[in-house]
């Protein structure tokens, strides 16, 4: 029976292994990158987005459009073109149409009016 020593020749003394432990952090870290391809693979392939297929919109849909008055604001509009609707909707509804981002509107300037109230 042979017992290895230190003075033996090829002994090897070696520490014990530790255990892989992860951080809070590190979960972090491994959870990101495992998200990161899906991500980007919804970016590319563009899930969620929704499709349009030709056709799917009538072409021929005509809009009225209301041009802008000096004084005129989207709410007095709102009134004018709607009389009977809830001015505040017909508000919303116009900014939506006509991507406005805020209540300036120039004189000259023609807005598309939803065909809800071009009647």
Known sequence: MSVYSPS???FVLTAP???LRLTPRGRA???ALAIVPLVLAALVFGW???GA???STPSDVIFATVTVHPGDSLWSIAERVAPDADPAEVVADLTRL???SGAALQPGEELAV???YAG
Do not use: Q
Request: aromatic share 0%.
């Open 8 to 10: 033996t020749p090829g």
């Open 29 to 31: 870290v491994l959870g």
């Open 17 to 19: 292994r530790p255990r």
């Open 114 to 116: 939803p065909a809800v």
């Open 98 to 100: 006509n991507n406005l």
């Open 48 to 50: 969620g987005a929704s």
């Open 53 to 55: 297929e030709a056709g």
